[in-house]
Each structure stands twice: as C-alpha cells, then as structure tokens.
Nanobody, 129 residues
Framework: QVQLVESGGGLVQTGGSLRLSCAAS????????MGWFRQAPGKEREFVAA???????????DYADSVKGRFAISRDNAKNTVYLQMNGLKPEDTAVYYC???????????????????WGQGTQVTVSS
C-alpha cells in the first residue's frame, strides 16, 4: 500500500521560508511523477508544482505562475522523498499543502489533480502579514 506523509509546515511571517517534505512508502518511488497541491479555506484544491520521474538524472519541473521563481520542487529517489522549498512566502500562500503521486508510470507530471491517485494527509502552511 502506498503512503505519502508530508511534514515541514508551520507558521511563518511574510517573506519567510519553509521546506516541505513528502516521504513515500510502498511502490517504486522513482517510477512516478510527483506533485504538490494546496487548498485554502473555501477554495478548490490547486496545483502548485510537480516534478517528472527521472530520465537518467534529468527531471522536468513545472510550477504554477503564482509560485514561479519563489518555490522549488526536488526529489531524492534514494530517500523516497519529494521536497518543496518555499521562499518569499506571502499571506496568499496560506493553505493546506498536499503531495500526490501521478497515476501511472508516465514520465511527465500534470497539473490536473485527477491525474494523481495517492495523496498525503496534508500539512498546514500559515503566512502571517
């Protein structure tokens, strides 16, 4: 059974940084693209960032326009972990952040949450103004 466990959320001031981690167990982590999504109160879940499975040591990362240049996604296949480094945080980044595994062993990631079949429980990120 695949399990995803997020950690690293918390309360931070505007302009601060956090690093989220998502540890995976079950399945072959390196074979799957991974994504980060977030959901704020009263809003739909939205795409944040995603990273492809590896092609040798080459990965492709994709970012929502709202976080491009501030957030960075990475993965460590030896540790079965995907990370989200968040810099320059803004109050509008406040949300529960979820990691997810892409459905099927496709190389590329997608922005559609329906293309992901396993989800973590989420970690709260709160940015104070």
């Amino acid at each position: 059974q695949v399990q995803l466990v997020e950690s690293g959320g918390g309360l931070v001031q505007t302009g601060g940084s956090l690093r989220l981690s998502c540890a995976a167990s079950g399945g072959t982590f390196s074979s799957y693209a991974m994504g980060w999504f977030r959901q704020a109160p009263g809003k739909e879940r939205e795409f944040v960032a995603a990273i492809s499975r590896s092609d040798g040591n080459i990965y492709y990362a994709d970012y929502a326009d709202s976080v491009k240049g501030r957030f960075a996604i990475s993965r460590d296949n030896a540790k079965n972990t995907v990370y989200l480094q968040m810099n320059g945080l803004k109050p509008e980044d406040t949300a529960v952040y979820y990691c997810a595994r892409r459905r099927g062993t496709y190389y590329s990631s997608t922005r559609d949450p329906y293309d992901y079949d396993y989800w973590g429980q989420g970690t709260q990120v709160t940015v104070s103004s």
